[in-house]
């Protein structure tokens, strides 16, 4: 992912989703084709936002 033109400060947010998203989902699946890739992103996407614990939740 990268962020848009002159928004430095959301760097810091895409770096944490990118490093949650290898510990937590990309390190632990072998991909078959970009049709999987999309898949497993998505459904991390929803964990991410609605299930998972969040650091600044105490979590």
């Known amino acids: 992912m990268r962020t848009p033109p ?3 400060n959301r760097n ?6 990118n ?3 290898k510990r ?3 390190n632990r699946v ?3 084709g970009e049709i999987h890739l999309r898949r497993v992103v998505n459904e991390y996407l929803a ?4 299930e998972r614990n969040h650091q600044g939740l105490d979590g």
């Open 6 to 8: 002159s928004t430095p």
């Open 12 to 17: 810091a947010y895409l770096e944490r989703f």
């Open 47 to 50: 964990h991410y936002h609605q």
């Open 24 to 26: 937590e989902a990309a």
């Open 19 to 21: 490093g949650s998203f």
């Open 30 to 32: 072998i991909f078959f």
